[in-house]
C-alpha cells in the first residue's frame, strides 16, 4: 500500500529494473516432459508474471519477464525445465520491496 491505496502488480513491476540477456535464456523447457505430464499447464497457470504461453502445442518462454521467483519449479515435473539464474548483471533488480 502506498499512500492509502493499493497498489497494483503491473505498478509494483514497474519499478523494477530487468536487464536482459539477449544471447542466452536462464530457462530451457523440454517439450516432451511438459506435454506428456501436464506441467506446462500448470507453469502457465502459477507464473505470476505470465512468462510461459502455449502456441500449437508448444511452449514459450518471454524469460525477459522472469521475476526469478522459482513457483514455476515449484510445480514442474522434475527435468521439465532447466532454470538457472541468469548470468551475472542480468535478471530483475527490485527497487522496492
Known sequence: MTNGTKSTVS?????DRFEIDEEQS????????CRSTGTGR???????AGVYSEKD???????AACLECGTCLAVATPGA???????????V???QG
Open 57 to 63: 502445442g508448444e511452449i514459450l518462454v518471454d524469460y
Open 26 to 33: 536462464h530457462i530451457v523447457v523440454d517439450q516432451e516432459l
Open 93 to 95: 533488480t527490485f527497487r
Open 11 to 15: 505498478a509494483r513491476l514497474a519499478v
Open 81 to 91: 525445465l532447466t532454470w538457472t539464474y541468469p548470468r551475472g548483471g542480468f535478471g
Open 42 to 48: 500448470r507453469i502457465i497457470a502459477v507464473c505470476p
